[in-house]
């Protein structure tokens, strides 16, 4: 599965983007798929996840502002960041879960300055 992640850019405090995450496959069946981020010199760390029946799950860093989707119709994943805070900034990785094996894709930097 190959994973293609964009929507980065740079906003300011309290803004807003939508990242979009596109896979080469269907992703009906697949049934875990989720976000993750990495901040400068940080370990890399889980933001959200959406299963094949939409339940969705937050960390609570984003838990209110941010909104997972996905559209199995058009094989792709969405997150949704609103009222963007700097502690934001980081790179955003798309990954999904297929066969038992990790798929990422190749990030895609989001820039919040304050």
């Known amino acids: 599965v190959q994973l293609q992640a964009s929507g980065g850019g740079l906003v300011q405090a309290g803004g807003s983007l939508r990242l979009s995450c596109a896979a080469s496959r269907a992703i009906a069946s697949i049934n875990l798929m989720g976000w993750h981020r990495q901040a400068p010199g940080k370990q890399r760390e889980w933001v959200a996840g959406?299963?094949?029946?939409?339940?969705?799950n937050y960390a609570n860093s984003v838990k209110g502002r941010f909104t997972i989707s996905r559209d199995n119709a058009k094989n792709m994943m969405y997150l949704q960041m609103n009222n963007l805070e700097p502690e934001d900034t980081a790179v955003y990785y798309c990954?999904?879960?297929?066969?038992?094996?990790?798929?990422w894709g190749q990030g895609t930097l989001v820039t919040v300055s304050s």
């Open positions: 990954k999904v879960l297929y066969e038992g094996q990790a798929y």
């Open positions: 959406v299963t094949r029946r939409d339940n969705t």
